[in-house]
């Protein structure tokens, strides 16, 4: 254990339950000034619950929560928690007002004040300008609904980074970040922490990164900390997975395994301008770079908006699918990236979560009583927990969401498959989970587009990749026998 | 504190295109402008067909039958601004001229009577914001309640009789005006309007209107009132439409218990027509108040063309229509380009 020198927050034995699940059940946190530390925990392990209760969005159970001031004298809840910056997982954006307002404005702490909008757009300016000069200089006044994703996470991460924040919490900020943006981000958070103090909870799934930037870690377990304050690196890979409760089951089969011959179907073709890009019945396609490029790709695949600039052909499809709703019957199933906002649907129960996509494709009139067998026998074949189908999706984690989504698409005979980001939030085990369950929607002859920003996922399991560069153009194709790291992130313009 | 002196942040300094996007008066006020430039070719219209709907005493009528709507309209605009609605301003703008000539025919003076007047709006103001934030119940049927509520107690007050004002030197509107040459009713329309406008825009608990109804749930995490914002637009609405009902007895003389029914659907409609998203978020105080005179002068209009006035209902829905249209095909035009 890594000794707390001058902490900032320090959590003794903290327990919380929403009714009668206990999320918490005694969790010891501590945060030293001026260190970046990873907190790391599968999905379901209670560190968002934790870091609610430390920002004070959620009420604490059991146990104790100081803050601390530079000297080491305590200091009160209220003063603490104003030196508190979060990143939540959950995007906290006002849609309606402009990216500089969504950067200053809950900064203010009184509502009778003048808002000084020249020193707000300048403050917005230089903290959106550490992780994109670019994107800054161009969009400060843009309106927050007219971004995208990725574009809504650096408006969050600049809010934190302009708080003037002792301790900035970072709830898996890299999640919806291209590399680029993540080394910048990186760089940003070691310069702040050695030049002012600052200290960065870290939370993330993926383990290269932690490793890049983080000194120290804590790991949460079923809501107890594991490890407390361990230099990483004192611990293996291997080891962190094991202390998370995370080891897979089995993950051996390699794509390469997948036997294509005799797979009955048609191919896809996808062209543009000089590129193209022909895929045969149960090939994965991996989709990689900055999101503008890939984004234009997955539109023209499933019909989501008129984009002009690919051509897709396939036996039996037409030119360009008018409606998603047109492509999921033909068979062109697709999982957004944006799960909270365009995937669940958060009023009704698991069963319709899951059933949505079947419903659509078959066209079925009504309801049958069939479904219910269907819904249970598709979440046993995901493994996912749930008390009943009949619960809302809110009460399962951010993972098991995601297997929701995906088993919307599972078992059915669809001919493509658009995957955008679909193990974002996801945890380890999760994650190896849904690259099987790829690999087998792959092995029906089923041919998968998957776009991911994490390079290493892709690696493992595509046969092809498609790199687009930072300008949103399609820089190349690599094969599986020419797939490295190296070769992606040159074409991704992502090399650093 | 994060240094203000960074590489990276020295490395570009804002651009000019940063600088050409800062919103100047005309963009700010696009929605707006539009609606000014329609009004003001609607009344030439009916100027063409009536020549005495351009004097200067129908436009001194359209502001006078105006303003009580105008008022009202920008207390509505408030709750819209944050995602919530209010149903109940017409009942309590009646409820508020019952409650006052009742007071002042029991002998009290106009300042007495007034204040009993405005404290119907603190009340039910006050209990539209509780039930709204503390019982968490939705806005649409919390205001329905006490739309029902406050409309049957105007009734109550005075078992269903229409009351004179008493007091004819009463104070609001007939004992001269506060600024010569000025009528009242228009200097509280542009005091108020004015005063909003600066809060919505420029003071920090403005923009947490805009904030809760563009996302409650963020606007929580960020450490945002969410509750307090929410009861302190109710008040405000319940407020502004008490003093209209205020305004309106003290030049109508007459206090009726029916007299702020149509009001309510009115002023909805006024700060639909001014730009503002029923699902929170946008509307401007300047919209809310052109919303509402666009409103009074369609009324007007039609009262001087001479067509039936079953036909204002129908007229105004057009209006409203229009205008959602043009802001949709504005909007969608914008994010296009």
Not at chain 1, 304 to 316: E, I
């Amino acid at each position: 254990m890594v000794e707390t020198r001058n902490p900032v927050v320090s959590v003794k034995g903290l327990t919380k339950s929403y009714g009668a699940t206990s999320v918490l059940k005694g969790v010891d946190f501590s945060v030293a000034r001026g260190e970046i530390h990873a907190l790391l925990g599968g999905n379901g392990a209670g560190k968002s619950t934790m870091i609610r209760i430390i920002t004070g969005s959620a009420s604490k159970g059991d146990g104790d929560i100081s803050f601390f001031d530079p000297s080491g004298a305590p200091r009160t809840d209220a003063e603490g928690r104003a030196r508190v910056a979060v990143v939540h997982q959950e995007l906290a954006l006002l849609p309606h007002l402009s990216v500089a307002e969504n950067i200053t404005l809950p900064h203010y702490r009184r509502g009778f004040a003048a808002v000084k909008k020249r020193l707000s757009i300048e403050k917005a300016f230089e903290a959106l300008a550490m992780i994109d000069p670019e994107f800054a200089a161009r969009s400060l006044h843009r309106l927050v609904e007219d971004l995208s994703l990725h574009e809504g996470q650096m408006v969050e991460i600049a809010r934190a980074l302009s708080s003037g924040a002792e301790l900035i919490l970072l709830d898996e900020p890299t999640a919806n970040l291209t590399a680029a943006e993540t080394s910048r981000l990186f760089s940003v958070l070691r310069r702040l922490t050695r030049e002012t103090g600052l200290s960065v909870v870290f939370v993330s799934h993926r383990m290269k990164e932690i490793r890049q930037i983080a000194d120290v870690c804590t790991i949460i377990r079923d809501g107890r900390t594991i490890v407390d304050r361990l230099a990483l690196s004192e611990l293996s890979d291997v080891a962190i997975i094991e202390k998370m409760g995370q080891v897979a089951a089995s993950h051996s089969a390699s794509s390469a395994a997948v036997d294509r011959n005799g797979m009955k179907g048609e191919p896809l073709s996808i062209r543009e301008a000089d590129l193209e890009i022909t895929l045969s019945p149960g090939t994965i396609l991996g989709v990689a770079g900055a999101p503008a490029g890939p984004a234009t790709l997955i539109s023209a695949l499933v019909g989501a908006a008129q984009a002009k600039r690919w051509t897709v052909s396939r036996a039996g499809w037409p030119e360009r699918f008018a409606s998603p709703r047109r492509a999921a019957a033909a068979g062109a199933g697709f999982v957004t990236g944006d799960r909270t906002h365009k995937g669940i649907l958060h009023s009704l129960p698991i069963i319709d979560n899951v059933l949505a996509s079947r419903r659509v494709v078959r066209g079925a009139t009504f309801i049958s009583g069939r479904e219910r067998l269907e819904c249970v026998d598709l979440l046993q074949a995901l493994s996912v927990k749930a008390a009943s189908i009949w619960d809302l999706p809110a009460t399962l984690s951010g993972g098991t969401q995601q297997k929701l989504l995906l088993a919307r698409w599972l078992g059915l005979p669809s001919s493509l498959l658009v995957l955008e980001e679909p193990t974002r939030g996801v945890d380890i085990r999760t994650k190896k989970e849904i690259y099987q369950l790829i690999r087998q929607m792959a092995s029906t002859g089923t041919i998968i587009v998957w776009w991911s920003t994490e390079n290493a996922e892709l690696l493992e399991v595509c046969d092809r990749i498609v790199a687009f560069d930072t300008e949103g153009c399609a820089s190349g194709i690599i094969e599986r026998q020419d797939m490295s790291e190296d070769r992606l992130a040159e074409l991704t313009g992502m090399a650093t | 504190m994060i240094p203000t002196s960074t590489e990276e942040a020295r490395a570009v300094e804002p651009s000019p295109q940063a600088t050409r996007n800062r919103d100047s008066l005309l963009s700010a006020y696009r929605t707006e402008i539009a609606i000014a430039v329609a009004m003001v070719i609607l009344g030439l219209a009916v100027g063409s067909q009536v020549p005495q709907a351009l004097s200067w005493g129908n436009f001194s009528n359209i502001t006078q039958a105006g303003a009580p709507l105008i008022i009202m309209s920008l207390g509505v605009l408030l709750v819209v601004i944050t995602g919530g609605i209010d149903l109940s301003v017409g009942s309590v703008f009646s409820l508020t001229g019952m409650v006052t000539a009742q007071v002042m025919a029991s002998g009290f003076g106009g300042i007495t009577s007034s204040l009993a007047g405005l404290a119907v709006g603190l009340l039910f103001g006050s209990i539209n914001g509780f039930l709204v934030t503390v019982a968490g119940l939705a806005p649409f049927v919390v205001t329905l309640i006490t739309f029902a509520v406050a409309g049957s107690l105007a009734f109550i007050v005075t078992n269903g009789r229409s009351m004179p004002i008493p007091d004819p030197d009463y104070w609001l509107l007939n004992a001269g005006s506060i600024v010569p040459g000025m009528p009242n009713y228009i200097l509280f329309c542009v005091v108020l309007l004015v005063a909003i406008e600066i809060f919505l825009k420029k003071v920090v608990a403005g923009r947490w209107f805009y904030a809760v109804g563009s996302s409650a749930a963020a606007a929580y995490l960020l450490g945002i009132p969410v509750k307090r914002t929410k009861f302190f637009a109710y008040v405000a609405s319940s407020l502004l439409s008490s003093f209209s009902g205020l305004l309106t007895i003290s030049y109508i003389l007459n206090a009726e218990s029916t007299a702020g029914a149509s009001l309510m659907l009115q002023a909805i409609a006024a700060v639909v027509i001014g730009g503002a998203s029923l699902l929170g978020g946008t509307g401007t105080a300047v919209g809310a108040v052109l919303g509402a005179l666009m409103i009074t002068v369609i009324q007007n209009g039609v009262n001087l063309i001479g067509i039936n006035s079953f036909w204002q209902g129908s007229v105004t829905g057009l209006a409203i229509l229009i205008a959602v249209l043009i802001d949709r095909f504005g909007k969608a035009r914008r994010s296009a380009g």
